[in-house]
C-alpha cells in the first residue's frame, strides 16, 4: 500500500505540470525552449542554404534545419503527451548531443571550410551546449522534485 502512494506521488511529481514542480527558464519550459531551439535551427538553416554562393546550393547547408525540425517536433510531443515527456526530453537530449559531436567538425585549423559552413558548425554547437545544461538542469530539478517529495 505504501509503495502504491509513493508511486503515485512520485508520478505527479514527475509529471505535474504546475509552477511549482516545473523547471522554467524565463517563463519558458524546456519542451518550449526545445521549439523555440529548433525554430532557430531551422530558420539558419534556411538562411544558410539561400545564402551559398555557388550556382547549385547543396542541401549540406540545411543540416541544422534538419536537426531544428527534430528538435522542434520533439519538443511539440512531449507537450501534447505529458505523460511520456521525459521520454521525448532524453531523446531531445540524446540529439543535442550529436549536433554537438557534429559541430565539433570545425575545430581542425587545417580545414577548407567556408565561413557559413563554420557559422552553421558554431550554431549547432552552441545550441546543443545550451539545450544540454538546460536539459541536465532540468533532470536534477525534477529529481530533486521527487526526492523532496519522498523524504
Do not use: C
Not at 507537450?79 to 537530449?93: D, F, K, L, T
Amino acid at each position: 500500500m505504501l509503495e502504491f502512494l509513493l508511486s503515485n506521488i512520485k508520478y505527479k511529481v514527475v509529471t505535474g505540470r504546475n509552477m511549482s514542480t516545473q523547471y522554467n527558464i524565463l517563463g519558458f519550459s524546456v519542451p518550449q525552449i526545445a521549439m523555440i531551439n529548433g525554430l532557430i535551427l531551422v530558420i539558419w538553416g534556411l538562411i544558410a542554404y539561400f545564402l551559398q554562393t555557388s550556382e547549385n546550393p547543396s542541401i549540406t547547408a540545411m543540416i541544422p534545419a534538419f536537426f531544428g525540425i527534430i528538435l522542434f517536433v520533439l519538443g511539440l510531443l512531449s507537450i501534447w503527451n505529458e505523460e511520456n515527456r521525459h521520454h521525448y526530453m532524453h531523446a531531445s537530449m540524446a540529439l543535442a548531443l550529436v549536433m554537438i559531436l557534429g559541430g565539433v567538425r570545425v575545430f581542425p585549423i587545417d580545414n577548407e571550410m567556408s565561413n557559413l559552413a563554420i557559422s552553421s558548425h558554431l550554431i549547432l554547437i552552441i545550441s546543443g551546449v545550451f539545450f544540454i545544461i538546460i536539459g541536465i538542469k532540468s533532470f536534477r530539478f525534477a529529481r530533486l522534485s521527487v526526492d523532496a517529495v519522498l523524504d
